[in-house]
Nanobody, 120 residues
Framework: QVQLVESGGGLVQPGGSLRLSCVAS????????MGWYRQAPGKQRELVAV???????NYADSVKGRFTISRDDAKNTLYLQMNTLKPEDTAVYYC??????????????WGQGTQVTVSS
């Protein structure tokens, strides 16, 4: 069984910063692509950023230049550094990972989400 647990969300003023973390645990053989998604009230879940390797990343246009995605494979951990936050960044942020376990093929797993609120 695999679990993804996010942390680091909270309330921050516009222009502020937050760092989200997502730790994967369980019978993990290999973690392929990892990503952050977000869902604001009344809106569909959208991709924020994805990382396949340390040199292969992709960002939504709305966060380019402000957010940085990274991963520490030794710790099975995904990060999202969010700078210059705006009220429109307010959402529940979800971690996603394509993980192959010792007992099955590769599946897509989701964390439970962490709330980010940008407000003065």
């Amino acid at each position: 069984q695999v679990q993804l647990v996010e942390s680091g969300g909270g309330l921050v003023q516009p222009g502020g910063s937050l760092r989200l973390s997502c730790v994967a645990s369980g019978s993990i053989l290999v973690i392929n692509a990892m990503g952050w998604y977000r869902q604001a009230p009344g809106k569909q879940r959208e991709l924020v950023a994805v990382i396949i390797s340390s040199s292969t990343t992709n960002y939504a246009d709305s966060v380019k230049g402000r957010f940085t995605i990274s991963r520490d494979d030794a710790k099975n951990t995904l990060y999202l550094q969010m700078n210059t936050l705006k009220p429109e960044d307010t959402a529940v942020y979800y971690c996603n990972a394509d993980i192959q376990t010792y007992y099955s093929g590769s599946y897509s797993y989701w964390g439970q989400g962490t709330q980010v609120t940008v407000s003065s």
